[in-house]
């Protein structure tokens, strides 16, 4: 039996103690930038099992540094805010909080770091290392990991040798998925403002109507994945907003638009940007604008592109621990700023996804086909990952993936 396994079978002394920290923090979700009382929770207990303990990383990142001799350096993150979601679940630890929910489910990712960390924590005889803890602000705004790195993470935890991050995401509970390379895509939202001439809307010989203008650019953007990008490449661009005039007989001076693309290479991304900008400038030509359309990038994620060797070997570890609950994950479209700190740091990542439907629910949902309508996902106030196995999978995973680092190999 490996030492990994050794460890778990102390799971059932953390286990009550992680369910209510978990309903706990279920009913006290907190949102991005204000998850003082999580950070709290989270530094009390890393300090009561004995890591080193750093706070108010970049606002309310809490950071929590266990030293158990010689080897590698292992980083965990989790993510700690919340969503401004009013919860619809009905579950008797809903949140209290007016408007406020755990709708991603990090209050997983924060129990299950937790329970890793206090597993690893209490059996200090059976691995070798560094166990950096990472509990990260602000996910859901992509501005968390930046913040912590900005307010000097570098110099405050060793150089890891891996960073290790998961999302529970929906998908049968008890099921552990990885994937090398791309994963997560990048994010970037784009602001497009297009001016025209504005007048009556009897006279539009007078005006130049910005209402058609950003019409045609609604138009003209849909080429740009269809005809710009190669079919076998992944690439969303999505206009979510569209903003001009105030009543029907008033042609406005200006027209705002607001996009959001999704993409897996860096080179894509920069074409779509680059495509974004040429249509804005061309149409806002071809339409007579009397003024250059003013262009801003906003609200950026950076691309999940896991490691090979680090995911192997996270992947090997998990089909050993996990057997057939160890499966290959789909490519998502969603976005994370986990890699931010790895890639700041120079280290390999890996991040993987957990299941958190109920098993059951799941099988007959995919007998009936209706998995995408019947199974809430992330951001639905109906989204609650099942308890168990969840807790019990995401802590094994942690630390499954972290002794594949710590001597595990050595120690079996
Ligand atoms: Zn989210
Ligand atoms: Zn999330």
């Known amino acids: 039996m490996s030492i990994a396994v050794g460890i778990l079978n102390d799971y059932d002394s953390i286990r009550e103690d992680q369910e209510a920290l978990y309903r706990d923090l279920h009913a006290h979700p907190e949102l991005s930038h204000h998850e003082m009382r999580t950070a709290g929770e989270v530094a009390q207990r890393l300090t009561e099992w004995g890591f080193e303990v750093h706070t108010g990383i970049g606002g309310t990142g809490v ?4 030293r158990n001799g010689d080897g590698a350096t292992v980083l965990m993150r989790a993510d700690m805010d919340a969503l401004p979601i009013t919860e619809a679940t009905g579950v008797e630890y809903a949140s209290t909080v007016d408007a406020v929910m755990h709708a991603c489910g990090h209050d997983v990712h924060v129990a299950c770091l937790l329970g890793a960390a206090r597993l690893l924590a209490a059996h200090q005889d059976s691995w070798q290392g560094t166990l950096v803890a990472l509990f990260q602000p602000a996910e859901e705004t992509g501005d968390g990991a930046r913040g912590m790195l900005d307010d000097g993470l570098a110099g405050i ?7 290790l991050g998961q999302h529970v995401l929906p998908g049968p509970a008890g099921t552990v998925l990885t994937r090398p390379g791309p994963v997560l895509s990048s994010a970037d939202s784009v602001r497009i403002t297009v001016f025209g001439r504005g007048g009556h809307g009897s006279m539009p010989q007078k005006t130049v109507d910005p209402v058609v203008l950003a019409a045609l650019i609604v138009v003209r953007l849909q080429t740009v994945v269809s005809r710009e990008i190669a079919p076998t490449e992944p690439a969303v661009l999505t206009v979510g907003s569209i903003r001009a005039g105030s009543r029907s007989n008033i042609i406005p001076d200006d027209a705002v638009l607001e996009l959001n693309l999704r993409t897996y290479t860096d080179a894509t991304r920069a074409h779509m940007l680059e495509a974004i900008e040429r249509i804005a400038r061309g ?12 262009i801003e990038v906003h609200d950026s994620f950076p691309l999940t592109e896991n490691d090979h060797a680090a995911t192997t070997r996270v992947a090997l570890a998990f089909t050993e621990h996990f057997g057939d609950r160890a499966l290959p994950m789909e490519l998502q479209t969603a976005s994370e700023d986990f890699s931010d700190v790895p890639r700041a740091l120079g280290a390999p990542y890996t991040y993987w996804s957990i299941g958190g439907t109920d098993p059951d629910a799941w099988a007959e949902a995919e007998r009936r086909g209706t998995v995408f309508s019947d ?10 990952p099942v308890m168990q196995p969840t807790l019990a999978t995401g802590t094994a995973a942690l630390v499954v993936a972290a002794g594949a680092w710590l001597g595990l190999e050595k120690n079996r």
């Open 63 to 66: 950071v929590g540094i266990l």
């Open 157 to 163: 935890i060793p150089k890891p040798d891996v960073a």
């Open 283 to 294: 149409e806002s030509q071809a339409s007579g604008s009397p003024k250059e359309p003013t």
């Open 375 to 384: 199974i809430p996902a992330n951001h639905s106030p109906l989204f609650l």
